[in-house]
Antibody
């Protein structure tokens, strides 16, 4: 069974940093592009970033470019999102999602940016 | 970047109705279009991929059509569990943008 479990969310002050993690199991992690997708409270879905299976191709939404870094560890079946210079508008549930057709999602981790 | 525009933004319907939701891409995406629905507090669920392919386990009352820039999700014989928010998403090229969502409510 495919499982994606996010962690690392929490309350952080504006300008602060957080590192989100996603532990994957139940599939060959090293074969898949992985993504972060977020959803602000009461708002729609926003794709944030993707990383190819071997980390050769990385993309970011304009809203986080320059402030976030996606990475992965295929030996540990883990996906990461380093988030810096956080803003109030980054407040959202962050989902770890497999592949470019988003059939498998984690349960999400809440990031709250507030003073 | 490819922009995705859904219509309507909200829709009221009754159990047993047939409804359609439209999604338009700002440039051609062939058939790289997927549909999801989401219930409050839950992760989205994939319904349709590649414009018209039904995801495993999704009831056949859901169907998708279209190619190029214009796509439609149709739900026939609406069931109580279908009242949710629906999103389209293009998987043609990064950024893998979503539509703004359609809130399907019970009339």
């Amino acid at each position: 069974e495919v499982q994606l479990v996010e962690s690392g969310g929490g309350l952080v002050k504006p300008g602060g940093s957080l590192r989100l993690s996603c532990a994957a199991s139940g599939f060959t992690f090293s074969s898949y592009t992985m993504n972060w997708v977020r959803q602000a409270p009461g708002k729609g879905l926003e794709w944030v970033s993707s990383i190819s299976s071997t980390s050769d191709y990385i993309h970011y939404a304009d809203s986080v470019k320059g402030r976030c870094t996606i990475s992965r560890d295929n030996t540990e079946n883990s996906l990461f999102l380093q988030m810096n210079s956080l803003r109030a508008e980054d407040t959202a549930v962050y989902y770890c999602v497999r592949d470019v057709v988003f059939a498998y999602w984690g349960q999400g981790t809440l990031v709250t940016v507030s003073s | 970047d490819i922009q995705m525009t859904q219509s309507p933004s909200s829709l009221s319907a009754s159990v047993g109705d047939r409804v359609s939701i439209s999604c338009r891409a700002s440039q051609t995406i062939s058939r790289f279009l997927n549909w999801y629905h989401q219930k409050p507090g839950k992760a989205p669920k994939l319904l349709i991929y590649a414009a018209s392919s039904l995801q495993n386990g999704v009831p056949s009352r859901f169907s998708g059509s279209g190619s190029g820039t214009d796509f439609t999700l149709t739900i026939t014989n609406l069931q109580p569990e279908d009242f949710a928010t629906y999103y389209c998403q293009q998987s043609h090229s990064a950024p893998f943008t979503f539509g703004q969502g359609t809130n399907l409510e019970i009339k």
